[in-house]
T-cell receptor
Framework: EPEVTQTPSHQVTQMGQEVILRCVPISNHLYFYWYRQILGQKVEFLVSFYNNEISEKSEIFDDQFSVERPDGSNFTLKIRSTKLEDSAMYFC????????????FGPGTRLTVL | QKEVEQDPGPLSVPEGAIVSLNCTYSNSAFQYFMWYRQYSRKGPELLMYTYSSGNKEDGRFTAQVDKSSKYISLFIRDSQPSDSATYLCAMVYGNNRLAFGKGNQVVVIP
């Protein structure tokens, strides 16, 4: 069964460094998402991406964040100049088409900023 | 962020019992209502979704939506130890973004 994959599973970085989180969505999916979950808090929407551009972003997704689909398979989230409060689980999700919102989630990347 | 409220308290039930979970919401713009299951160290997995008031059944799972009260529920019949997980309610709004509840950790004791 096809699934969303994410790498790395755990990333440790120093405050102020840049990190890139990688996702490989399900191959015939068209819509891509990033969410994050700070420990003990809700899963929060960050950004959605369709047709090679951002379709919607939350207030969390400021200039520190960017997303890219550099080739036909990868979908990345870049965080510039990481802060302590960026420590969280980051989930990638993908969806096939319009209609019922069956977003399929990856296993997540745990980001720890020291 | 109080759009979706889910009492996060853990829930322990004996095997075979009915598990009852619920969420309330405040935003009338929510279009679809979903329940996700999340096992430890895994991403959320879609269990059920519905968009209208009423009940929807899928095997041992029943999702219930009451739009007039802004209240959704998930019932798990004949609960099994394999049902032990965190259950998240989620609602769709805007351009297909999901708003999640905080999640309920459910433990089914054999």
């Amino acid at each position: 069964e096809p699934e969303v994959t994410q790498t790395p599973s755990h990333q440790v970085t120093q405050m102020g460094q840049e990190v890139i989180l990688r996702c490989v969505p399900i191959s015939n999916h068209l819509y891509f998402y990033w969410y994050r979950q700070i420990l003990g808090q809700k899963v929060e929407f960050l950004v959605s991406f369709y047709n090679n551009e951002i379709s919607e972003k939350s207030e969390i997704f400021d200039d520190q964040f960017s997303v890219e689909r550099p080739d036909g398979s990868n979908f990345t989230l870049k965080i510039r100049s990481t802060k302590l409060e960026d420590s969280a689980m980051y989930f990638c999700a993908s969806r096939k088409r319009e209609g019922p919102n069956e977003q399929f989630f990856g296993p997540g990347t745990r980001l720890t900023v020291l | 962020q109080k759009e979706v409220e889910q009492d996060p308290g853990p829930l322990s039930v004996p095997e075979g019992a009915i598990v009852s979970l619920n969420c309330t919401y405040s935003n009338s713009a929510f279009q679809y209502f979903m329940w996700y299951r999340q096992y430890s160290r895994k991403g959320p997995e879609l269990l059920m979704y519905t968009y209208s008031s009423g009940n929807k059944e899928d095997g041992r799972f029943t999702a219930q939506v009451d739009k007039s009260s802004k209240y959704i529920s998930l019932f798990i019949r004949d609960s099994q130890p394999s049902d032990s997980a965190t259950y998240l309610c989620a609602m769709v709004y805007g351009n297909n973004r999901l708003a999640f509840g905080k999640g309920n950790q459910v433990v089914v004791i054999p």
